[in-house]
């Protein structure tokens, strides 16, 4: 086994997802009176080209008028990933893919966070609790 693949197999091995309580929206602004009014609320932002977007509780993102038609759960995937890690995103990314789960994965500095609809969140952590146990 090559050293990479040892540490995405670690990785993955020594996850444990862990269901966020509430919801989310992911939201985009050019409006920066916005982002620094929600910036103590939001769990993220990110600049793009496009404009900012912003990962805010349902219930704030719904005072602040913005669209809030699909909101996701976040799964933390409890487990040290370093920055230089390779293969954890790809595969919880592919396993929920295979098994027609949307995901949007957010890599901060301590954890992977994954983010799936709302509706799904309950089968997406099986899926990946499955992943975590057979590796």
């Not at 091995?13 to 269901?19: A, D, F, I, Y």
């Not at 008028?65 to 976040?74: E, F, V, W, Y």
């Not at 966070?113 to 099986?126: D, I, K, W």
Request: glycine residues 8%; negative net charge; aromatic residues 6%.
């Amino acid at each position: 086994m090559t050293e990479v693949a040892k540490t995405a197999y670690d990785m993955i091995s020594g996850m444990t997802p862990e269901l966020r309580s509430g919801a989310f929206v992911f939201v985009t602004t050019s409006d920066e009176a916005l982002v620094a009014t929600h910036l103590a609320t939001g769990i993220s932002v990110f600049r793009e080209d496009e404009g900012i977007s912003m990962i805010l509780p349902v219930d704030v993102a719904a005072m602040a008028g913005q669209n809030i038609d699909h909101p996701m759960r976040c799964i933390t995937l409890n487990v040290f990933s370093s920055l230089e890690g390779v293969g954890l995103t790809a595969a919880v990314s592919a396993a929920l893919g295979e098994n027609g789960i949307p995901c949007n994965m957010v890599a901060a500095f301590h954890h992977d966070h994954v983010f799936v609809p709302e509706s799904m969140s309950g089968r997406a952590m099986e899926i990946l609790t499955r992943l975590q146990e057979s590796a």
